[in-house]
């Protein structure tokens, strides 16, 4: 039997000539689309806009080289049978139960996401590493910088009863920071200053993520094999989605990424990168030299990063420690936004986090390719409004041409209007083929490659693999102008000095399709079609059909955006096969436990509409079981005379004039303060029913409703 694998034995010189390999196809097929394009804008000589137009061309295929490039790498790796120079190999084909392990801490950063989706999601996690046998080397950390009371309080509940539950107390804690500051990297740099230096290794998840016993053994087993890994990521599979648009995300992702994610890890090696979660950190090293640098200047392109990621492994290479990409691992998920327009939100979030990377481009110390990632997340943004200004030039240098004759010059059988410039039509048509070979060739082979290792059956068999491949294509298409549009208002507003809020991330499907939002959000999309298209319809016909896929999708995007988002016809799509995935078909019992429990969480009662509002409140002053629960997460403080007056003075109110009358802030202030929790439960039951609010008095009349249902089934 051959030695076990580490990624010590890898030769940097082997990882030269894979890097040299990668760069030199992007140059060559750059290269030869650059050829393409400047002779047939060469034709009459190069004038000023011919050489923006042309500069324009360069950048932007070389983008989408990049991509082909790692998924012909990808292709070969896998045609191969996998990488022999992959991190799983060093704990290939051993048992589990005698893998080495050591302490490490499994930390969730939450804010204002769905409680039952957290707890539930931790229980799957904590019952499969138990069922593994393997649970006493973990440790769980819900860190919550929640600052809607409702989920605050929810939290906190949903926390005491699964660690009754599990028997969890000493195992799972719960956090929430008073003051949250520096959003999600704030968050666990406060974990790993209060507890890191106890644990050798720490799992990073989102509110999202599950990670299956198996999966996360095998992460800290590699990280034992590899000392010098510092980050060790996996590539997570999205799932669970319910609507049209996040099945077609969860089918992309599960059929089309292993193709991509075998030539990242060809060319990355040890110089992977990091995406934020469901991944395995070193937290010493960690500690010590990723502490995010404070950028020049204000926001939102300078001060605190935003995206921490891509700049935390950066640092870990530079330290010297390696970041690896375990792309072959199975068992990690995560799931996506249910909508196009909750997909735009974060990617505003994201948009911003990335232009900040300008800043560290040519940081001292960076690692070459870590200046790639960080060039490659910038330009996943900037490269639409890249290409916005080559179809703007194309057409405004087209209506031009038309309106001084010199368009009518030449003969109509011959040329053709392509991007805006007359072109001959043969030469157009073939740089249009190689555009199109280079964006859908990828995609066509992971059909292929799906097909010949027999998995066509885990995607509902071969016709509606193929038929869901080919509807996935034409629905993207259609998506892509209407992202390019958003991406460049995205950066127009970034640079124009609006930043971004941190907001909840919307990751469940709502019944109830809001027509009016995608009206609003993207009417200034489907003006710009219409008038675009009519211009280019009535002046040149013939450049009209060459920008019609991006016409289309702007003109149908908010019809688009709605038939997308519903979860109806979502649920249709999987009973008629369509976008089915192997973890569907053939869904791990993580993922089959994660379903059953949420099914029963929303099964139960909800509060009556007009408590809704406050309903954590409500529960954290009435409920003893919650009042107790919550005080004994708090920290007594002592405050002066003043600032005890003042809580004095919002108690009263609170009771007299209900939780209506009091700020977010005030209603915040009060849940912090232990005395003033105590004070009120005990004055609540206490007071006379006429001095207390109406809604006091309601609350108080549903409260046996209310508690009739197990308290764990109220809190969704």
């Not at 249009?432 to 070979?437: D, G, K, V, Y």
């Amino acid at each position: 039997m051959a030695a076990p694998f580490t990624v010590e034995q890898v030769d940097r010189k082997r990882v030269g000539r894979r890097r040299a390999t990668f760069f030199t196809l992007t140059f060559l097929l750059t290269s030869l689309a650059t050829w393409f394009m400047a002779d047939l804008l060469w034709r009459d000589g190069m004038a000023a806009v011919e050489w923006v137009v042309l500069a324009l061309f360069v950048v932007l295929f070389a983008h989408i080289a990049v991509g082909f490039s790692t998924a012909l790498l990808g292709f070969y790796v896998l045609n191969r049978k996998g990488d022999p120079y992959r991190i799983t190999r060093s704990i290939e084909g051993e048992p589990l139960a005698s893998l080495p392990l050591a302490t490490t801490a499994i930390v969730m950063p939450v804010f204002n996401e769905d409680p039952s989706r957290v707890f539930e999601g931790l229980r799957v996690i904590y019952r499969s590493l138990e069922l593994s046998g393997r649970l006493e080397n973990f440790d769980f950390f819900i860190l919550s910088d929640s600052n809607n009371p409702n989920n605050w309080i929810q939290e906190e509940v949903a926390w005491v009863e699964l660690c009754k539950q599990l028997n969890g107390f000493g195992r799972i804690f719960y956090r929430k920071r008073r003051i949250s500051i520096n959003k999600k990297s704030g968050n666990v740099a406060d974990f790993l200053r209060r507890w890191g230096r106890k644990y050798r290794y720490m799992a990073v998840l989102d509110a999202d993520s599950i990670m299956t016993g198996e999966s996360l053994i095998k992460l800290v087993a590699m990280m034992e094999r590899n000392p010098k890994v510092g980050i060790l990521q996996t590539a997570p599979r999205v799932v669970n989605g319910v609507t049209l648009y996040s099945r077609l995300q969860q089918f992309s992702n599960r059929l089309y990424s292993p193709l991509f994610l075998a030539g990242l890890n060809y060319w990355h090696q040890g110089e992977s990168n990091f995406w934020g979660h469901n991944a395995v950190i070193r937290v010493a090293p960690f500690m010590e030299h990723a502490a995010l640098p404070e950028l020049p200047g204000a926001g939102p392109i300078g001060g605190r990063i935003l995206s921490h990621d891509f700049v935390e492994a950066a640092l870990m290479r530079r330290a010297g420690w390696r970041v690896w990409l375990a792309y072959d691992l199975e068992g990690s998920y995560e799931e996506g936004p249910p909508t196009l327009i909750d997909s735009a939100k974060r990617d505003r979030r994201w948009c911003q986090g990335n232009l900040q990377h300008s800043w560290l481009l040519f940081a001292r110390g960076f690692h070459p390719v870590n200046r790639v990632h960080l060039l490659m997340g910038i330009m996943g943004y900037v490269a639409s409004p890249l290409w916005m200004l080559f179809l703007l030039i194309s057409s405004i240098h087209t209506f031009r041409e038309v309106a001084t004759g010199s368009y009518l010059d030449y003969h109509p059988e011959a040329y053709a209007a392509l991007f805006g410039f007359v072109v001959e039509v043969h030469q157009a048509l073939a740089l249009f083929t190689f555009t199109l070979l280079l964006l859908f060739l990828p995609k066509l082979i992971s059909v292929i490659l799906a097909l010949q290792d027999r998995r066509g059956a885990a995607y509902g068999g071969p016709l509606r693999l193929a038929g869901s491949a080919l509807l996935e294509v034409v629905t993207t298409t259609l998506l892509a102008p209407i992202n390019m549009v958003f991406h460049t208002k995205f950066v127009l507003y970034i640079l124009l000095g609006q930043g971004v809020g941190w907001v909840t991330q919307q990751r469940a499907a709502s019944e109830d399709t809001d027509w009016r939002e995608a009206i609003i959000t993207h009417s200034g999309q489907m003006t710009i079609g219409v008038i675009w298209g009519v211009s280019a319809f009535i002046l040149v016909p013939s450049f009209f059909w060459w920008l019609s896929p991006v016409l289309a999708g702007l003109v149908l995007s908010a019809p688009l955006s709605i038939l997308l988002g519903n979860a109806g016809l979502g649920r249709r799509a999987r009973e008629l096969g369509l976008f089915l995935t192997p973890d569907e078909t053939q869904p791990p019992q993580e993922l089959r436990r994660l379903e059953r429990h949420m099914e029963e969480c929303y099964r139960h009662m909800q509060p009556i509409r007009q408590l809704r509002d406050d309903y954590g409140l409500l529960q954290a002053v009435l409920d003893p079981y919650v009042n107790a629960a919550h005080v004994s997460l708090l920290r007594q403080r002592q405050g002066s005379l003043a600032v005890r007056t003042y809580f004095v003075g919002l108690r009263k109110k609170l009771l007299a004039e209900g939780p209506a009358r009091l700020t977010h802030r005030e209603k915040m202030a009060l849940l912090l303060d232990a005395d003033s929790m105590i004070w009120l439960h005990e004055q609540l039951w206490k007071q006379p029913a006429e001095n207390l609010s109406e809604w006091w008095r309601l609350a108080m009349r549903q409260y046996n409703v209310l508690t009739a249902t197990p308290v764990t089934a109220l809190y969704r």
